[in-house]
């Protein structure tokens, strides 16, 4: 079972069984939830203890599962453990805050739930009765809003309206049936603009109570967010309100981006969630025209979904699509808004594109100032090779090591990895291509053989 | 009688020594007190440089060797020094009168019939001399004081015009800096139009920055040559001796925090070369109220010869006259001296009053611009290195561009400005401690610094 596994990454890394790694997938599930129901409950008038720094996932690692459905991936994550009491799925969530890595080279104080930004992802099926605890280690009042979930006005979380806030240190219990399924998202409904620029939010599935249709062998769950995190500082700026400078994927940044791992003939869904400030993302996927399958507000009916590259995922939203993984390779898969694939750019400076190498200033400076390099003149690119030291805790347009070389993107961005055959979905390195399949350099033969003159 | 003659002879005699070498006591005092020695130039021999200050202009001057060279070579000095002789001047009309000597004859067809000759002395004013020397042995010791807590003064000056140069050449090199910071903002702002990235109005606010920046270094540049004049001046060099330089650099004078306040105040007024001259001019006035008091009581008495030689034969006999002081009494004079006894007075309690206070000021503004120069050494230069430091990682970062990099430069050099300022401070406040611990009289705070044509110039207290 899955007590040997690590809780919410019970399926990946696994071992590939003798029946193929799928059955192996239902063994998944997730951890107990155990002791951790022993809830912290604080007297009138005790002090609060600090919030604590978590730095991974608390809780006992066993819990009950779930074989009525095929667990999602969550990459760089995980999903909330539960357990059953009397026909009752049971959860723990702890609002606290998280010392969160984006990508090596860059981690903040920021707010999650469970020890994690995302918090984990909400795994049900459809008809499912949940009581989800809610456990406030936040210095400040929280409330968790189900989104997406039809459910009685009393449990749908909106702090003042349907609820008071959750104070510092108490726990609230949440207790609604889940109906339809589809993708869906938690988050808090109390000091929204704080708290989710601060990283609370998570991914809520529901799962179909019998398969039907589309029955996906790989279910990845990723949700959108965008952060400012100032250069050299190491807690994000919920005030900002547009000069978003850390785009993340699962709140990981690339190369931080663990990659969807597929095999070749897999049916592959994807549900993407947006809890961005105020930015929405077109999700454009490499080497793959997919069906835009359904939205928040339910499935999309078979004859209203179209193909597309690229999903937009408003803010306040969620997609997912679905195809087959039928074209091997190391498939980019990232927004397609080119400042979302950067990582902790300065939007405040001096444009030095096209500026002459070796200007009289650049002598001047040099003498002015010890240490200083000419920067940005041929482009962005040259950045992230030029070594030069940076502000203490930042990554600021550095992308992550590639096939070949240095891919320079950051932000919203991460591979979609689809091979012929697999031993486990762990990361299986680079595509090795098909020889004669690989964008090479030119040779003068060639080029004068086709009458190319460069 | 006789006797009386030889005893008025001797008196007289007595009173006839030379005074001479006055001034060498001038040196002597000053050379004890502070290690400066200022020796008396013939005028006419002035145009030509001493040899020792030749030899010294030869290097780089520091504040010691401005210091000789002034003591040397400056005529404003060597006037000070002149003025000793004004008061040997006064030793010597304090001699003997001299005899006066009368002839009487009487005319009788062609001959003379009857001569009378007599010679008389004031015998009063003779008495009078013994104290009137003292009375102006003491001026003399007073205006030797006084000439030497001015060669000490001097040598002050000297000091501080030398470091407010050297305070002055550095802050021209910082604005130059700064104007580079500028110019190179400027300089990139045309690099960008030219690749198409900036506006002109970006370009023409950077230049417009550069421009006025080069005003500052233009005046900075005056003050420096200001500066220099000044100390060309109490150098005592005329224009054959303009193309002297001064050491480079503008450390923190060595020699550790003064002594405190009532061990300086002390050392002060001890040393005090004014207090010291003010107490023999005290000297001065009361052997001169002595000597009115002899007047009055002996207003005029004449004693003398007297020979008369009628139808060929002589006789002799002594003359005496003598007024009796019934009316006069010479008391104008003696409530004159008196009073002036008494203004000395005062005037010695108000010195040694203004002596201390000068003391405890020095120290004072030693301790605040000590701890000036510390707090921009330790504490605001780190602080904007660190700006600028973390600026270039910004920089590096592209999260800030070469404008803002050039303006961390610019806040530090403006710092380093800062600190020009205070270092000067403490060398003038360290200049002056050594002063009053020699004996001398540093100038109140906010008043002159410079003594002279230095102090005409328009000179420089550091309030730049
Ligand atoms: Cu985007």
Redesign the interface.
């Known amino acids: 079972m899955a007590d040997t596994e690590e809780p919410g990454r019970v399926d990946e890394p696994e071992t590939k069984g003798e029946k193929g790694l799928k059955r192996r997938d239902f063994l998944g599930g997730a951890a107990a939830i155990g002791a951790a129901l022993a809830l912290e409950q604080r007297a009138e008038g005790q002090p609060r203890a600090t919030p604590r720094r978590v730095h991974a996932t608390e809780g006992p690692a066993s819990g009950d599962t779930d074989d009525r459905y095929r667990p999602v991936v969550t990459p760089n994550g995980a999903s909330l453990p539960f357990r059953w009491v009397d026909g009752v799925k049971v959860m723990h969530l702890k609002a606290e805050p998280v010392d969160h890595e984006f990508t090596e080279g860059l981690r903040a104080e920021c707010w999650g739930y469970n020890g994690s930004t995302p918090g984990p992802t909400i795994e049900a099926v459809e008809g499912d009765r949940l009581r989800i605890y809610v456990t406030n280690g936040l210095d400040e009042p929280t409330t968790v809003h189900w989104h997406g979930i039809l459910l009685e006005a009393g449990m749908d979380g909106v702090g003042g309206l349907t609820q008071r806030p959750i104070p510092s240190g108490a726990t609230f219990r949440y207790e609604f049936t889940v109906g339809e399924p589809g993708t869906f998202m938690y988050h808090p409904h109390w000091d929204e603009m704080t708290q989710m620029a601060m990283g609370m939010m998570g991914m809520f599935v529901v799962h179909p109570r019998r398969p039907r249709g589309f029955v996906p062998d790989r279910d990845f769950a990723i949700m959108l967010s965008e952060w400012n995190v100032p250069?050299?500082a190491a807690r994000p700026n919920p005030f900002e309100m547009a000069d978003f400078n850390v785009l993340t994927m699962n709140s990981k940044a690339f190369p931080g981006t663990d990659p969807l791992v597929a095999q070749l003939g897999d049916k592959v869904r994807m549900r993407f969630g947006n809890l961005s400030g105020i930015d929405n993302h077109p999700i454009h996927l490499h080497g793959y025209s997919f069906r835009i399958a359904g939205s928040d507000g339910g499935a999309f009916p078979p004859s209203a979904q179209q193909p597309h590259t690229t999903v937009l995922v408003p803010t306040g939203s969620t997609r997912w699509v679905e195809l087959e993984a039928n074209a091997p390779g190391d498939w980019a898969m990232h927004c397609h808004m080119t400042h979302h694939i950067m990582n902790?750019?300065?939007h405040?400076?001096?444009?030095?594109?096209?500026?002459?190498d070796q200007?009289?200033?650049d002598r001047?400076?040099r003498?002015?100032?010890p240490?200083?390099?000419p920067?940005?003149r041929d482009g962005?690119a040259e950045?992230g090779e030029?070594e030069?030291?940076?502000?203490a805790n930042?990554i600021?347009?550095r992308g992550g090591p590639g096939a070949f070389g240095r891919i320079d993107m950051g932000g919203m961005f991460t591979i979609f990895k689809v091979r012929e055959s697999l031993d486990s979905y762990a990361d299986p390195g680079w595509y090795e291509h098909p020889e004669d399949t690989l964008a090479r350099p030119a040779t003068a033969a060639e080029l004068r053989a086709d009458g190319i003159e460069v | 009688m006789r006797c009386d003659l030889a005893l008025l002879a001797g008196l007289a005699l007595a009173s006839c020594t030379t005074p001479q070498a006055a001034t060498r006591d001038v040196a002597g005092l000053t050379v004890a007190r502070s290690g400066v020695e200022a020796p008396r130039r013939d005028p006419g021999r002035m145009d030509e440089l001493h040899p020792a200050v030749a030899e010294r202009l030869r290097e780089p001057l520091d504040a010691d060797g401005a210091v000789s060279i002034a003591l040397r070579q400056s005529p404003e000095l060597q006037a000070r020094l002149a003025q000793v002789d004004l008061a040997v001047a006064e030793l010597w009309s304090a001699r003997p009168p001299n005899p006066e000597v009368e002839m009487e004859a009487l005319m009788d067809g062609g001959q003379a019939s009857v001569l009378e000759v007599g010679a008389v002395m004031d015998i009063g004013a003779l008495l009078r001399m013994p104290l009137m020397r003292r009375a102006a042995q003491a001026q003399l010791d007073s205006a030797e004081l006084e000439a030497a807590a001015d060669v000490l003064r001097y040598a002050y000056d000297t000091r501080v015009a030398f470091h407010r140069y050297q305070a002055d050449l550095q802050l021209v090199e910082l604005y130059r800096a700064a104007m580079e910071t500028f110019l190179a903002a400027w300089e990139a702002a045309e690099s960008m139009a030219e690749a198409g990235n900036l506006r002109q109005l970006d370009v023409a606010q950077n230049r417009a920055a550069y421009e006025r920046s080069r005003i500052d270094v233009a005046q900075a540049e005056l003050r420096a040559l200001m500066s220099r004049e000044q100390l060309q001046v109490l150098l005592g060099l005329d224009g054959r001796q303009t193309d002297w330089a001064v050491i480079d650099g503008f450390e923190a004078p060595g020699g550790g925090e003064p002594p405190p306040a009532p061990a300086l105040e002390r050392t002060a007024v001890d040393h005090s070369l004014v207090l010291n001259a003010q107490q023999r001019t005290l000297v001065a006035w009361s052997r001169r109220v002595g000597v009115e008091r002899m007047r009055g009581a002996l207003p005029e008495a004449h004693a003398g010869l007297f020979a008369e030689r009628e139808e060929g034969e002589w006789s002799f006999g002594p003359a005496a006259g003598v007024a009796i002081p019934v009316f006069d009494q010479n008391q104008g004079a003696i409530g004159e001296t008196r009073a002036r006894l008494r203004i000395a007075q005062h005037e010695l309690l108000q010195k040694a009053i203004r002596i201390r206070s000068l003391a405890r000021r020095a120290r004072a503004t030693w301790l605040n611009a000590a701890e000036r120069v510390r707090f921009y050494d330790e504490t605001l230069l780190p602080a904007r290195a660190e700006v600028l430091e973390q600026t270039l990682l910004q920089y590096n970062a592209m999260n800030v561009g070469v404008f803002q990099l050039l303006q961390a430069r610019r806040a530090v050099i403006d710092a380093a400005r800062e600190r020009v300022e205070a270092m000067f401070d403490l060398w003038r406040a360290s200049a002056q401690v050594e002063l009053v611990v020699a004996g001398g009289e540093p100038p109140a705070m906010g008043g002159p610094d410079m003594s002279g044509e230095a102090m005409n110039a328009g000179g420089g207290d550091g309030g730049h």
Not at chain 1, 388 to 391: D, F, I, L, R, Y
Request: no cysteine.
């Open positions: 250069i050299g902790q750019m300065g405040g400076v001096p444009n030095m594109v096209g500026v002459e200007a009289s200033f001047r400076l003498r002015l100032v240490g200083y390099m920067m940005g962005m950045m030029m030069m030291p940076q502000p930042s600021p347009m």
